[in-house]
């Protein structure tokens, strides 16, 4: 049996020279560190938004319930526009993401960010250098200039920046939907074999309240599920 999926190269490769004219459309003054300061081990990791939750562009964060908008910073780029009409599916926060040189993001897991549980992490990276490597469950991996590639970020990941350029990634959150399945499946997608939870309706982004909920009921067999949850969750 082939192994799941951990990244990508979806068919698309975009104008380099477009993406780094509308990174230069950018006011330098509006990158936001990012919020996860647990994993930024050294070096520079901030954010732009272009989509986001309030539609505001120092709003970086990944999930909400509200509706996700398109920021001012993304009135500013036509070519970023342009690629997110491109993708003919729902788009969450998008986000530029910056890594200086020598940062390092130290391992990590960002859970429900896999294409199984209904969110595709795509990177474009506007900037970068051979020696920026990601590395995903222990594998080592360049995400090339103009390309588009699915990093399932539900495994355990870290980034270096070893190069002397700052690392530059336009980061889509996606929904999946017919289209963009038909597209991962032709670049030879391998999904996981059985739902990691057990029940598909229960995945990264919602199983915490789930187990909240199954703790408030006291009952033995729901206490006893809400554990086999947990463990799963976070294993020992």
Known sequence: MKQATRYL??????DLAALQTDLQRLLPDQWVPH??????DAGYWHCQALRSAHGRSDDIVA???NQFLDTPLLARCPYFRQILQHF??????VRLMALAPGGVIRE??????NFEDGLARLHIPIITDPDVLFWLDGEPIHFTAGGAWYMNANCRHRVENRS???RIHLVLDCIPNQWLTDIFNAAGFVANPEPKYGDPSITDANVLEIIAELRKSGNAAALDLAA??????RPS
């Open 9 to 14: 190269r979806l068919p698309f490769d975009f």
């Open 35 to 40: 919020y996860n300061d647990q994993a930024a």
């Open 63 to 65: 999930f909400s319930n």
């Open 88 to 93: 003919k599916c729902e788009t969450c926060a």
């Open 108 to 113: 990590h897991t960002d859970p429900g960010t």
């Open 164 to 166: 002397a350029v700052h």
């Open 228 to 233: 086999r949850l947990s463990a799963i969750h």
